[in-house]
């Protein structure tokens, strides 16, 4: 059985899908599977469309590149992909085939299923993201609303009539079940830390603090996207709740949609204590990751069962606490309680957070067993090896329905 995966992302390019694809597309190749990759070209691409890379064969269509900052781009990046994209399966499924559609752009599923039942083949969807929620939960206005109306009903038959979904957890699987997904089509996969991730001594990081001036401070790193879909405006109460606190220096790695606006707000507070800094290459991501000595993660209420952030396995396998700040009734707030790798807080907790990162901060000794409680929950759930024996076995299923 060949397996086909489509997203607009994959090696070289860098964006969190194209790493995931790229880790389990070649994984799976390794271990004898025929793996084909249909995907954009990235910008300033200037080799053939066609090539085999690490064992998969990978097509690259011609899309547009504006740029994720003007809807209109956007869309029009979206757009061309699709027809892209669509117009290459017709031309390479085969009968038997399962074709995986991630979730970039976001109805890329429900383009692609027509064109796979069309060719006989099977359709699986790798959800990342649930649209048109989330776009519901941060714009919620009349355009958007109306959007989704004519755009959930034929998501929903794409989902329901297509071999399955895979999801990133229990939270997503209930979502997509509500909808009327049977559940024996629904398998949970949790998401990986990038590969070559290892616990890191703090010593790991000298050359990038001495580089950030950040020598004898204590870190509270936020490394990612700064999208919207992540409730960042909390962090920034907390570090002026501790401006008084001359060791606690909060960073912030990274670019999206929040950023103007963020190094704006800190500009107006003049929040000395707050230093932002450009993503870092996936080659210094060990070292990014080692520079925090806890690092955050949040989630704006209303999106615990539409995301799910993935940057969390980074974190863990490099031997960092966590601090959550989110809906407290959610699965990564469970997970990071019940794994005992660090703490989770509800937006509103301005005071409490503050606090724990006072304790934190003068506790070298908890922050050393939060971290190892982290490091094991990598080495037992959340490495590559674990989702590729996930997704080895849903195959055997998908193969067996041929």
Not at 310 to 328: D, E, Q, W
Not at 368 to 392: N, P, Q, T
Request: charge should be positive; charged fraction near 20%; aromatic fraction near 8%.
């Amino acid at each position: 059985m060949r397996i086909i995966f489509i997203n607009r992302f994959y090696w070289p390019d860098e964006p969190a899908t194209a790493q995931l694809l790229t880790d389990l597309a070649e994984a799976l190749a390794a271990r004898g599977h025929d793996v084909t990759v249909i995907t954009s070209r990235p910008a300033g691409h200037s080799g053939s469309g066609a090539e085999t890379h690490a064992g998969v064969r990978v097509f690259r269509v011609r899309s547009s590149h504006r740029g994720p900052h003007q809807l209109v781009g956007r869309a029009v990046d979206f757009i061309t992909f699709l027809f892209g994209a669509c117009w290459r399966l017709l031309w390479t499924a085969h009968q038997g085939d399962l074709v995986v559609a991630m979730t970039d752009p976001p109805s890329l599923g429900v383009a692609v299923w027509p064109v796979a039942w069309v060719k006989r083949a099977r359709c699986l969807h790798w959800v990342q993201d649930i649209y048109p929620e989330v776009a519901l939960v941060l714009a919620p206005g009349p355009l958007i609303r109306a959007l989704g109306a004519v755009v959930r009903p034929g998501r929903n038959f794409a989902w329901k009539h297509s071999a399955g979904c895979v999801v990133l957890g229990r939270d997503m699987a209930d979502f997509i079940a509500q909808t009327g997904v049977s559940l024996q089509k629904i398998t949970v996969i949790p998401n990986w830390a990038p590969a070559g991730l290892e616990p890191q001594p703090r010593a790991a990081a000298d050359q990038l603090r001495a580089a950030w001036n950040l020598q004898g401070r204590f870190v509270v790193a936020y490394s990612g996207n700064l999208g919207r879909v992540h409730d960042l405006h909390p962090v920034l109460a907390v570090a002026k709740a501790l401006h008084d606190e001359p060791r606690i220096v909060f960073v912030f790695i990274g670019g999206g949609a929040q950023r103007a606006a963020l190094e704006n707000a800190v500009a107006a507070g003049r929040l000395t204590n707050v230093r932002f800094h450009a993503a870092q290459p996936r080659a210094e991501l060990a070292a990014t990751l080692a520079l925090g000595d806890v690092h955050l993660v949040t989630l704006r209420a209303g999106c615990e069962a539409l995301v799910f952030p993935s940057k969390l396995y980074g974190i863990a396998a490099v031997g960092r606490p966590v601090l959550f700040i989110g809906p407290r009734d959610c699965e990564l707030s469970r997970l990071i309680a019940g794994r005992g790798f660090g703490f989770a807080f509800p937006r509103d907790e301005t005071a409490a957070i503050a606090d724990r990162l006072r304790q934190l901060a003068v506790n070298p000794g908890l922050c050393a067993e939060l971290g190892g409680a982290a490091a094991e929950f990598s080495r037992v759930a959340g490495r590559l090896d674990h989702a590729v024996a996930l997704w080895s076995e849903r195959l055997s299923r998908e193969a067996a329905c041929r």
